[in-house]
């Protein structure tokens, strides 16, 4: 929220299967004209920190009901269970795809636009094509229009704020005319942000106060 109110974000997604859900929503309500759009979800990456379907879908699940860490075997992780180590069953994730979507226009009708937590849109061609589909039928777009182009090159878990900060200076004053893209997770290094991450990724709250950092301008912190 600080990063719209006192910053230069414009769109945020949310989990509608995450447990903090429903603060989100009132958080979001107080901010009408903040750009929502519904995150996607089928993993469940955190180790400290899970959550399930809202639907019943076994073949979306690990073995204790949650949704599995990652979508793909992590090479690193051997253990880990992934989305599509078993076949899908497609009817379950458009039941599941339909009722975060609906769940989130229950509660914030100006939603925008749906997107892909760690690229679940895309698990495989079925999948993709559903996602086509139900984007269509609800009039929620999946991909950005033609002609935005998307940031790269900002942040990293390695690098400290003040990195951040000078890497999105740098990437600013390097835009060439038109519309662009920037994706990253804002966050604090404090709190709830403490308790999550994976191997591998161990440093998300301070890699994510470091983004908060980059978006908020100095005299607002």
């Known amino acids: 929220m600080k990063v719209y ?6 769109s945020v997604e949310i ?24 995150h996607l979800c089928l993993t ?7 959550w399930r379907p809202l639907t019943h879908a076994p073949s979306l699940t690990d073995a204790d009901g949650y949704f599995p860490q990652f979508i793909w075997e992590n090479k690193t992780l051997k253990n880990s269970a992934y989305l599509l180590q078993n076949p899908l069953n497609i009817a379950e994730v458009e039941r599941e795809f339909r009722a975060q ?5 229950k509660y914030l009708p100006w939603t925008s636009h749906l997107s892909a937590h760690m690229g679940c849109t895309n698990d495989n061609a079925e999948v ?5 589909r139900l984007s269509a039928e609800y009039k929620l777009p999946i991909q950005m229009p033609p002609g935005i182009l ?10 400290t704020p003040e990195q951040k900060e000078q890497d999105l200076v740098a990437i600013l004053k390097a ?14 290094d404090s709190g709830d942000t403490k308790g999550v991450g994976h191997t ?22």
């Open 5 to 10: 109110t006192d910053g230069i974000s414009r």
């Open 15 to 38: 989990l509608a299967t995450a447990p903090w859900f429903m603060e989100a929503v009132k958080m979001l309500k107080t901010q009408p004209n903040y750009d929502v759009g519904v």
């Open 44 to 50: 469940s990456e955190w180790e400290n920190l899970k």
């Open 101 to 105: 979507i609906e769940l989130v226009k």
């Open 128 to 132: 993709k094509a559903l996602t086509e």
């Open 150 to 159: 998307r940031i790269n090159g900002f942040g990293g878990a390695t690098k």
């Open 175 to 188: 835009l060439t005319p038109g519309t662009h893209f920037l994706v990253e997770h804002p966050g604090y």
């Open 200 to 221: 591998g990724y161990e440093n998300v709250a301070y890699d994510r106060e470091g983004v908060t950092r980059a978006f908020v301008p100095l005299s607002k912190r």
